[in-house]
């Protein structure tokens, strides 16, 4: 754990008065499985204390990215639950992807000196990406192979 007392502290309080100036709810946990996460119905970030500042800040930037896509109503099958998984893997990237360049203007305007870390940008985030939408329509070892091009 990277926790850094009373300075990750004060630095979650600056979190939470950005995420106020937005309209969105943030909580802070010690884990929750994935280091952040967006509840589109609930306007609600959750944020994984286990990591260090640099990380702890780009997770919750990329976070209100997707706060400020939802809120403005971008990517509307992708937020939208009752849409089909296959269409929610259709734009899922790139809604991911969008909510990273927002977020990384925002960071660079909040905290100008922290390096934005972008995700959804290796193989293995898009594979994850992938998996993670899949619908079971997939499964098969051949395909997965022809999609990472190992023939």
């Known amino acids: 754990m990277h926790y850094d007392g009373p300075r990750h502290e004060r630095l979650t309080r600056k979190l939470r008065r950005i995420a106020k100036l937005y309209g969105m709810k943030l909580r802070f946990k010690p884990s929750v499985g994935f280091e952040a996460e967006y509840w589109f119905g609930e306007q609600t970030?959750?944020?994984q204390l286990?990591?260090?500042s640099q990380e702890l800040i780009s997770n919750f930037f990329h976070e209100l990215g997707h706060h400020?896509?939802?809120?403005?109503?971008?990517f509307r099958t992708f937020y939208d639950s009752r849409s089909p998984l296959y269409v929610q893997r259709k734009i899922s990237l790139r809604a991911e992807r969008h909510a990273d360049l927002v977020g990384e203007r925002l960071c660079?305007?909040?905290?100008p000196k922290?390096?934005?870390?972008?995700?959804?940008r290796s193989p293995e985030?898009?594979?994850?990406n992938r998996d993670y939408y899949a619908d079971g329509r997939r499964t098969n070892?051949?395909?997965r192979t022809l999609m990472e091009g190992r023939v």
């Open 45 to 47: 970030a959750m944020v």
């Open 50 to 52: 286990d990591n260090s």
């Open 68 to 74: 400020i896509d939802y809120t403005s109503g971008l």
């Open 108 to 111: 660079k305007q909040y905290f």
């Open 114 to 120: 922290i390096k934005f870390r972008r995700s959804y």
């Open 125 to 128: 985030d898009v594979q994850f």
């Open 141 to 143: 070892p051949l395909t």
